[in-house]
């Protein structure tokens, strides 16, 4: 009876140390980590963020969906500043009816100032032609990510006004 509880108590001890006949492998390479496009139909529309209050950041990327998809939204190979400047436009006319239905709003003031962006090796400028030191955060964050969407996270925008600048910086969200 004793010798049945030892081997017992030994069996899995045993097979433990066999390992079951399975070997052990190196790690296996088997390329990047998928991708997952959050905010589709950029190439419909363009992309420009709200405030929201259920979003953890605050800020909620919209898809606004517009006639001429080539006017709002630039190519990967170059920046168009026009284009970039009618997104912008559309960013600072605020939600629409839909969209407050739907909890959204701006920290933006309604503005039809001329704006102008370019791109260059330190990132891109947005020129506003009124004050941009009295924005809030979230608007910074607002004017700042809606830029960068298109070139990236790591993107750095420097917005410039009749006041002085926001930045560089990048998008929080």
Not at 39 to 59: D, E, H, K, M, N
Not at 104 to 126: A, F, H, N, W, Y
Not at 155 to 169: C, E, N, R, Y
Request: aromatic share 2%.
């Amino acid at each position: 009876m004793r010798r049945g509880r030892v081997l017992g108590a030994l069996l899995p001890l045993l097979l433990l140390a066999t390992g079951c006949g399975i070997r052990s492998t190196d790690v296996v390479e088997v390329g990047d980590p998928a991708t997952v496009e959050v905010a589709p139909g950029a190439q419909q529309g363009t992309v420009l963020y709200f405030i929201s209050s259920s979003s953890p950041g605050g800020l909620l990327p919209v898809v606004r969906q517009v006639d001429d998809p080539s006017a709002t939204s630039s190519s990967g190979t170059g920046d168009d500043g026009r284009s970039r400047g009618k997104q912008l436009a559309l960013l600072f006319m605020g939600p629409s009816r839909a969209e407050r239905k739907g909890g959204l709003r701006s920290e933006l003031p309604m503005s039809s100032d001329q704006v102008s962006v370019t791109t260059g090796q330190e990132g891109i400028r947005v020129r506003l032609a009124s004050g941009v030191n009295q924005l809030s955060e979230l608007a910074r964050q607002q004017l700042i990510c809606t830029v960068a969407y298109e070139r990236g996270q790591g993107t750095t925008v420097t917005v410039l006004g009749t006041d002085g600048s926001i930045g560089p910086a990048r998008c929080s969200v």
